[in-house]
């Protein structure tokens, strides 16, 4: 056994380091890091400013709504719109459009009117580097290595939000101050432009002139009903749209609540959250390590689905770790910290970094596995308006809560809002075993009729629309 799982992990360690050696997506992957590290550190900067101005949780949501409504407003139109244009071109201009707006975040900083403002230009621009970043990832890789390259593609976005949210920003900004924070994310962005540009200008570009000599408005609405009619028709492309959906919408609510949870439980300031969520991140990359090689022994579908399970269960903890904290001090035998802090750490901390860690790995398992599926099943002249679909139907879904959730913890408190979240967690982890058990009798009673089994069906359920691999 312990052969078989070492020999599989070398396995899994080669394909990643094959997917390294692709020069064009080391290029992409690296530029996807310093993007996502800038934009996330940026973020959490503007969150500590806001509530530190405020003193509400109300206002962070509004801050974190500026910057989910764009994607709303535009992630449709980018999906068509990254289809249309090159990819290429898109990963430099929406790069260096960023680092300008970095700056105007610095010169805007005393102002929460004018951060809303430049917040919503910030995310409108991001959504389409997001969406022609997720849709080149199959035009640079086969499709035998898209899981390991989707691995890596998860851990920078993951990394990226930990590095820049845990490590980046609260480091930089106790060091040297939100000042020089805007100024490094703004050189980070220049970083990641300069990147994109190394990439062969071939990459990404939509094949034939047809399409993009008709008029925009005349076929954007057929193009973004054939991606939606697409994704209806098939019923595993639904459920990893649902679960990406969910994980999305899920950072969005932490940024909003985590300021407030390290304020309200544990008594310490936002920018401390390094010391105490850093246990997320190592956890986030176990999990990322160990995907493909979870995937291939269990499936992509099952994985996800035991990855739902896994965060709901955190979630639950880290809204009663005041109470675990409580009754572990009311018990001698069961307090290993007795009445006195160790290292600096007071019960509470420790605790929550103790939940930290299997919050991470669990929160892994859900995004990869998803985003291949959708990457296998979607046609490559497609794939801009499924991931354009996917983030603006994930700005949707997390409108209302981040309506609801600035107001439900200042009247209830944190530890309230994440029981809520745990619940609709674990009901999408239900469904998702549900809707895989009922593949898998359907697959097992077509099978002795004579048909056979769809490749890919015990994960999906249906074939992939696909028009071969070439570049998108």
């Known amino acids: 056994m312990r052969e ?66 764009p994607s709303l407003l535009f992630g449709m139109v980018a999906g068509v719109l990254v289809d249309r244009w090159r990819k290429r071109d898109i990963l430099i201009a929406t790069n260096a459009f960023r680092s300008f707006a970095a700056i105007a975040f610095l010169l805007s900083k005393d102002h929460v009117e004018f951060i809303f403002a430049v917040n919503v230009a910030f995310s409108a621009i991001g959504q389409f580097f997001a969406t022609a970043e997720v849709a080149t990832v199959p035009s640079l890789v086969p499709k035998s290595q898209l899981m390991a390259a989707n691995s890596l593609v998860s851990l920078a976005w993951t990394g990226a939000q930990f590095g820049g949210m845990v490590f980046f920003a609260p480091i930089f900004i106790k060091t040297f101050g939100a000042d020089a924070l805007f100024v490094a994310a703004a050189l980070l962005f220049v970083a990641a432009a300069i990147l994109a540009r190394s990439l062969p200008k071939h990459v990404g570009a939509r ?9 925009f408005f005349q ?17 595993a492309s639904c459920l990893a749209m649902a679960q990406l959906t969910l994980s999305s919408s899920l950072v969005l609510l932490f940024a909003v609540l ?52 896994g965060l709901a269960v ?8 005041q109470n675990i904290a409580d009754a572990l001090q009311r018990t001698e035998a069961l307090n290993p910290f007795g009445p006195e802090r160790l290292g600096g750490l007071s019960l ?3 605790l929550t970094m103790f939940f930290a860690g299997p919050l991470g790995l669990t929160y892994a398992m859900v995004n990869a596995p998803a985003q291949t599926v959708l990457h296998e099943r979607a046609p490559p002249e497609m794939r801009g308006r499924v991931f354009g679909a996917q983030m603006a139907l994930a700005s949707v879904a997390a409108i209302i809560p981040l309506l609801l959730v600035g107001a439900v913890a200042d009247i209830y408190g944190v530890s309230f809002v994440l ?15 549900y809707l895989r058990d009922r593949r898998q009798k359907a697959i097992a009673a077509a099978q002795p009729a004579g048909d056979h089994a769809v490749p890919g069906a015990s994960e999906g359920g249906a074939a992939s629309i696909d028009t071969g691999e070439g570049v998108s």
């Open 419 to 433: 029981f809520d979240i745990a619940v609709v967690v674990a009901a999408l982890a239900g469904l998702s075993l």
């Open 219 to 235: 076929t954007a609405p057929r193009e973004l009903w054939q991606a939606l009619r697409l994704l209806r028709s098939d019923p």
């Open 348 to 350: 509470l901390v420790a």
């Open 207 to 215: 094949e034939g002139k047809d399409a993009q000599e008709e008029r």
């Open 314 to 321: 955190c979630l639950i903890a880290m809204g009663l770790v």
């Open 4 to 69: 078989a799982l070492s020999g599989d992990l070398q396995s899994l360690q080669q394909r990643e380091r094959a997917v390294l050696s692709n020069r064009r997506f080391l290029v992409l992957w690296l530029a996807q890091l310093f993007s996502q590290v800038a934009q996330n550190a940026i973020l959490f900067t503007l969150l500590v400013i806001v509530l530190t101005k405020t003193n509400s949780t109300t206002d962070t949501s509004i801050l974190v709504l500026s910057y989910v409504v």
């Open 258 to 309: 985590v300021p407030r949870f390290m304020q309200e439980v544990l008594d310490v300031r936002p920018d401390d959250a390094v010391y105490i969520f850093a246990p997320a991140g190592v956890g986030a990359i176990l999990g990322l390590r160990l995907l493909p090689w979870l995937a291939g022994k269990i499936g992509k579908d099952r994985v996800v689905a035991f990855g739902l399970v």
